[in-house]
């Protein structure tokens, strides 16, 4: 059961709470603007925001005037706040489509639904578009003549009454739309589009819409200058137009294509730059070698756009030419190396953005003298190295077993200092000045030859190293084989007649 606060066709008895009091022990609340009685089961609970009575009825409370009503509980609760964001979602020849969003305070007893009223724009004469209410943040008013212009609001409900409502702020024309207004933004305007001062800004944006959309531009918010910029708007395109950009054109441009309440709008960044300034208080900062160490600060003016670095550039006193000795140096100091001995240079900075290289460059102001070091020469002091050794053998001599007739050699290797005296000795009996004995030394390796060997040159050979600091000696044998007179034995003998028939005889032949 519910009791309205007005109380509309009711006949009220002599309890009736439009008319009774609600005391306190402090006091008297006279004709408390009752919202809802509901008839419960005991535990009674008043919510009133404006007393602050919330939670049981305190003992002090009392109600005067229902002797037939018993166990009374009552709730007093407020109407909800405005729906949000109320817009047209979709509009044609007979129906327009509305979206928001719920309200922010619904009320203690919730929220029972939504009511939609339009009327004639310049009239009054509001009506309800909806015969019960509903929760969803969606409608679609139906039924509606074509080319009228209504005003449409919306009321969130709850049994505490209405809310304020949600207006939108020009009136709908009804009509219907071909085709929803959309532009279609060039790929490379969806980074910033940067063009240098001085030269020309044409953009040509198409966008669709049907009927023909409204267009409009702004900059950051404000209308543009018509001195500026001129703009020209067709039925599927729109052209923005700078004759000579300067650095005051760079920022936002908003460009909005709206039909009735329907509207796309799209943000071009654009950013004309130029010519940075030159760096500011190059200085020789120090010499040394070959080197020259270089400091200065960053331009005073960047151009509108960030710097990709320092161009370093040198010329010595003698040519008087400029060469690059560094290209886009990032940082505001440098070190310039393999410079000449005896010359003196200076040198200028330019700094570089996207536009190019300033148009002047920073200057030292005094030259780097490369100066030839003065050198004295110290000769180092080392004690020698003592070279000198007894003779050794690294290589011995070998056994050896020759063939009579046939030359042969004995090969060893020495190693001393001072270089020793080289003896070759036979059987103990050195070898002299015999033209059968070839001896040479070369490198340390001595080697004995001896030519067409008897059997009587066969025996011990010794190899004998002296020099000042001792001697050694190495043995080997030498063994000659075979007799005089190699070609002991049979021989074959081919024969030819004159009648042309071979034959063959054996010759033996001996020693």
Known sequence: MAISQDCEGCTPCSGCPKTSDWTT?????????????????????????????????????????????????????????????????????????????APEQAGSAGLDGYLVECCKDGTADWVAANKELFLSTRYTIRNLTSGDRLQIRVKAVNVGGMSIPAVLEQPVVIREILEHPKIRVPRHLWQTYIRPAGEAVNLLIPFQGKPRPQVSWSKDGQPLDPKRVTVRSGDRDTIFFIRKAERSDSGQYQLSVKIDRLEDKATIDIHVIEQPGPPANLKLVDVWGFNVALEWSPPKDNGNAALKG????????????????????????????????????????????????????????????????????????????????????TQPLADRSTTRGYNTQLFCCVRAFPKPKIIWLKNQTEIREDPKYIAVINEGVCSLEIRKPSPFDGGVYTCKAVNPLG?????????????????AGWWPLWLCSLSQHWGCLSLKITA
């Open 471 to 487: 001697e050694a000696s190495v043995d080997c044998r030498l063994d000659v084989k075979g007799k005089a007179g190699g070609l």
């Open 25 to 101: 022990g402090d006091g008297s609340l006279s004709n408390c603007p009752v919202l809802l009685i509901l008839f419960e089961a005991p535990g009674p609970v008043c919510q009133r925001q404006d007393t602050g009575l919330d939670g049981p009825l305190p003992e002090g409370l009392r109600q005067w005037g229902v002797p037939c009503i018993s166990n009374v509980s009552m709730f007093v609760t407020e109407p909800p706040s405005c729906p949000l964001h109320l817009a047209v979602e979709d509009v044609n020849d007979n129906s327009v489509s509305l979206t928001w969003k």
């Open 310 to 393: 320092y161009t370093v550039q040198k010329s010595d006193r003698k040519s008087g030419q400029w060469f690059t000795v560094l290209e886009r140096c990032p940082r505001p100091s440098c070190t310039v190396s393999d410079l000449i001995i005896g010359n003196s240079y200076s040198f200028r900075v330019f700094s570089e953005n996207a536009c190019g290289h300033s148009a002047t460059a920073a200057f030292t102001t005094e030259l780097a003298h490369i100066r030839k070091p003065e050198i004295a020469y110290k000769p180092e002091k080392y004690s020698g190295r003592d070279f000198s050794e007894p003779p050794k053998f």
